[in-house]
């Protein structure tokens, strides 16, 4: 059963850090592309990034580019989302998310994504 787990959200301070982490299990972790989505209070699901099966590329959206870094540990079956210089407005609840199809690099379309975690809130104080 395929499971993914955010840690690491928390209430930080405009301009502070964060790093989230997302442990997956129940499959084989590095086949598959990981994306990281929002969502805010009020406002629709928001895709942040991603990072293909290798590590080898990332993408990431206009919003948080420059400030967020996507990495991940294929020995640990694990992604992160460094995230620097926060702002209020990233304030939201924050997902990973499997692509449905292994070796598939694709849009960030939530649509392609089919296997979630439960979320891990991040607060942005101003």
């Known amino acids: 059963q395929v499971q993914l787990v955010e840690s690491g959200g928390g209430l930080v301070q405009a301009g502070g850090s964060l790093r989230l982490s997302c442990a997956a299990s129940?499959?084989?972790?590095?086949?598959?592309?990981i994306g990281w989505f929002r969502r805010a209070p009020g406002k629709e699901r928001e895709f942040v990034g991603a990072?293909?099966?290798?590590?080898?590329?990332?993408r990431y959206a206009d919003s948080v580019k420059g400030r967020f870094t996507i990495s991940r540990d294929n020995a640990k079956d694990t992604v992160y989302l460094q995230m620097k210089n926060l702002k209020p407005e990233d304030t939201a609840l924050y997902y990973c998310?499997?692509?449905?199809?292994?070796?598939?690099w694709g849009t960030g379309s939530p649509n392609n994504f089919g296997s979630w975690g439960q979320g891990t809130q991040v607060t942005v104080s101003s």
């Open positions: 998310a499997r692509h449905n199809v292994a070796w598939t």
């Open positions: 990072i293909i099966w290798t590590g080898g590329i990332t």
């Open positions: 129940g499959y084989t972790f590095s086949n598959y592309t």
